[in-house]
């Protein structure tokens, strides 16, 4: 069985506690876009653990996969592995595998993404991870690949051959392009690129193989649907494909293998760095949202803008990913709010919309129209089924799901795996 998971707002719906509840039934589990401007928390036996490269389902037995549609630096998962390793997960290479043509981040990315992201007039918000321009590099077939790395002749080569581009870019963007070719630098990533040679590997023979034998994988996305680098929000997006179909093309799996396609989408909505929000609020709901929902992100620490849930936003994400069932997460959040506000429609140049028009421009010119539930007061985080949920909250998810047209299927209250129940 194949499943995808993706998140269908602007990421930090809760993918990676979905991922690692389900992943004890899969056999892997893979990542197939971004890097480690990712960042999923993950709560299990009381320890909480905060990822930004490693795929959420690294507490189980599953094996775990970066493909190469990702972009990876080589610094952050030898730090998250080493983490692992003190809280007593050893990352192994029968755990864990990179695909040998996964693009490496290398120093001067960070430092472009940071220079270019610093001389914007409208800035874009980005992780500042050198994200964006590794897969530039990777379009533009200047990239630095794992099969490079793991090869200290090899990556020696490569770099020789693209430092005087690399470098010319770097002064011309007004900075200091002795980073390109910094001993220092060089020799580390030498010696990760040694600690990284056995975890190189074939994903897409991984996951075909794996299927032909009867084997469950897991494709976890990351960010969501709307910061996808062609549908999103252009041009607040990140660099990456975030839908599902990104995941066949970035696992090398095709698309007549997908058994199940289940989206992430939060009971309200957040984004982090800049881009329309229509349903973005700044009173106290708002703030409730917020601070009840310790709305910050895991990467890069900065607030998120709440707003409430944007049903013309989640409706374009099921087109986007051909969604087979969903799962709510953090509906225990609402709690104390009355109203609870839902957002069916925008108004747009006079005329009501109940889909997101296509140019951002005028999305962030859309005013939205809402619809208005009961709230309630019970705390959820206590609640172990979906029948035991005050009759608010069930009346609020079935408006969902009946508007969406999805059936959602799993229903979150907390952060730790036992707050997730079937609906
Ligand atoms: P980049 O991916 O670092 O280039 O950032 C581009 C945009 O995507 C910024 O608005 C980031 O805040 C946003 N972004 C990137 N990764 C995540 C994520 O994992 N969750 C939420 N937003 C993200
Ligand atoms: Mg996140």
């Given at each position: 069985?194949?499943?995808?998971?993706?998140?269908?707002?602007?990421?930090?719906?809760?993918?990676g506690?979905?991922?690692?509840?389900?992943?004890?039934?899969?056999?892997?589990?893979?990542?197939?876009?971004?890097?480690?401007?990712?960042?999923?928390?993950?709560?299990?036996g009381?320890?909480?653990?905060?990822?930004?490269?490693?795929?959420?389902?690294?507490?189980?037995?599953?094996?775990?996969?970066?493909g190469p549609?990702?972009?990876?630096?080589?610094?952050?998962?030898?730090?998250?592995?080493?983490?692992?390793?003190?809280?007593?997960?050893?990352?192994?290479?029968?755990?864990?595998?990179?695909?040998?043509?996964?693009?490496?981040?290398?120093?001067?990315?960070?430092?472009?993404?940071?220079?270019?992201?610093?001389?914007?007039?409208?800035?874009?918000?980005?992780?500042?991870?050198?994200?964006?321009?590794?897969?530039?590099?990777?379009?533009?077939?200047?990239?630095?690949?794992m099969?490079?790395?793991?090869?200290?002749?090899?990556?020696?080569?490569?770099?020789?051959?693209?430092?005087?581009?690399?470098?010319?870019?770097?002064?011309?963007?007004?900075?200091?392009?002795?980073?390109?070719?910094?001993?220092?630098?060089?020799?580390?990533?030498?010696?990760?690129?040694?600690?990284?040679?056995?975890y190189?590997?074939?994903?897409s023979?991984?996951?075909?193989?794996?299927?032909?034998?009867?084997?469950?994988?897991?494709?976890?996305?990351?960010?969501?649907?709307?910061?996808?680098?062609?549908?999103g929000?252009?041009?607040?997006?990140?660099?990456?494909?975030?839908?599902?179909?990104?995941?066949?093309?970035?696992?090398?799996?095709?698309?007549?293998?997908?058994?199940?396609?289940?989206?992430?989408?939060?009971?309200?909505?957040?984004?982090?760095?800049?881009?329309?929000?229509?349903?973005?609020?700044?009173d106290?709901?708002?703030?409730?949202?917020?601070?009840?929902?310790?709305?910050?992100?895991t990467?890069?620490?900065?607030?998120?803008?709440?707003?409430?849930?944007?049903?013309?936003?989640?409706?374009?994400?099921?087109?986007?990913?051909?969604?087979?069932?969903?799962?709510?997460?953090?509906?225990?959040?609402?709690?104390?709010?009355?109203p609870?506000?839902?957002?069916?429609?925008?108004?747009?140049?006079?005329?009501?919309?109940?889909y997101?028009?296509?140019?951002?421009?005028?999305?962030?010119?859309?005013?939205?129209?809402?619809?208005?539930?009961p709230?309630?007061n019970?705390?959820?985080?206590?609640?172990?089924?979906?029948?035991?949920?005050?009759?608010?909250?069930?009346?609020?998810?079935?408006?969902?799901?009946?508007k969406?047209?999805?059936?959602?299927?799993?229903?979150?209250?907390?952060p730790?795996?036992?707050?997730?129940?079937?609906?």
């Open positions: 069985m194949f499943t995808i998971i993706t998140g269908s707002q602007f990421g930090d719906e809760g993918k506690k979905i991922v690692d509840l389900l992943a004890k039934d899969y056999d892997i589990v893979a990542r197939f876009q971004g890097g480690d401007n990712a960042g999923h928390t993950v709560k299990a009381g320890k909480v653990y905060k990822l930004h490269l490693i795929p959420s389902g690294f507490l189980l037995d599953s094996r775990v996969l970066i549609g990702t972009v990876l630096n080589p610094e952050v998962l030898v730090e998250e592995m080493e983490m692992l390793e003190d809280a007593g997960i050893p990352v192994t290479p029968e755990k864990l595998g990179i695909d040998a043509k996964t693009s490496v981040i290398m120093p001067y990315h960070i430092e472009m993404d940071q220079l270019r992201e610093a001389a914007r007039s409208e800035k874009i918000g980005t992780t500042r991870r050198g994200i964006g321009y590794a897969y530039i590099d990777k379009v533009a077939r200047d990239e630095i690949c099969a490079d790395l793991v090869d200290e002749n090899l990556f020696r080569a490569r770099l020789a051959e693209i430092s005087a581009q690399k470098e010319a870019a770097i002064s011309q963007m007004g900075g200091d392009p002795s980073i390109v070719l910094d001993d220092k630098n060089i020799s580390h990533y030498v010696s990760l690129g040694k600690m990284l040679a056995p190189v590997t074939d994903v023979l991984e996951i075909n193989r794996g299927l032909d034998e009867g084997l469950n994988v897991l494709a976890e996305g990351a960010q969501g649907s709307h910061l996808d680098v062609i549908h929000t252009q041009k607040y997006v990140t660099s990456s494909s975030t839908i599902a179909g990104s995941a066949c093309a970035g696992l090398g799996v095709g698309p007549t293998r997908v058994d199940e396609v289940l989206g992430i989408v939060k009971a309200y909505i957040t984004r982090v760095g800049a881009g329309p929000l229509p349903t973005e609020l700044e106290e709901a708002g703030k409730h949202l917020h601070d009840v929902g310790h709305e910050f992100g990467t890069t620490g900065r607030s998120r803008r709440c707003g409430w849930f944007d049903l013309p936003l989640v409706k374009k994400a099921v087109y986007l990913n051909g969604y087979t069932s969903l799962a709510l997460t953090k509906l225990d959040v609402l709690t104390g709010l009355d609870i506000k839902i957002c069916v429609g925008y108004m747009f140049e006079g005329k009501q919309l109940d997101p028009p296509e140019s951002t421009s005028a999305l962030s010119k859309c005013i939205p129209v809402y619809e208005e539930l709230g309630w019970t705390d959820l985080t206590v609640v172990d089924s979906y029948e035991n949920l005050p009759k608010n909250a069930r009346l609020y998810v079935e408006k969902l799901e009946d969406i047209g999805v059936p959602i299927k799993y229903v979150s209250v907390g730790a795996r036992e707050q997730t129940f079937e609906k």
